[in-house]
Nanobody, 120 residues
């Protein structure tokens, strides 16, 4: 089994910063990529940022220049530094890991989510 545990959500004012962290544990053979998705009320879950084991990154257009995703390969962890937060960033943020649990089988695993609220 694989577990993803997120931390760092909370309530901030517009323009402020927040850092999310996620650590994967369990039966992990190799991690292909980790990242963050979010789901705002009444909307579908969307990609925020991902990073591969080789540190290639991908960002949603709406967060480019404001958010930075980083990985700690040794710790099977991924962080999301969020700067200049806007009210429209309000959502539940989910950590994702695409990984192999053995040399043959891979899957997508999700954390339970952490709420980020941006409001004055």
């Amino acid at each position: 089994q694989v577990q993803l545990v997120e931390s760092g959500g909370g309530l901030v004012q517009p323009g402020e910063s927040l850092r999310l962290s996620c650590a994967a544990s369990g039966t992990i053979f190799r991690i292909v990529a980790m990242g963050w998705y979010r789901q705002a009320p009444g909307k579908q879950r969307e990609l925020v940022a991902t990073i591969t084991a080789g540190h290639s990154t991908n960002y949603a257009d709406s967060v480019k220049g404001r958010f930075t995703v980083s990985r700690n390969n040794a710790m099977n962890a991924v962080d999301l530094q969020m700067n200049t937060l806007k009210p429209e960033d309000t959502a539940v943020y989910y950590c994702n890991a695409r990984l192999y649990t053995d040399p043959r089988f891979w899957g997508d695993y999700w954390g339970e989510g952490t709420l980020v609220t941006v409001s004055s």
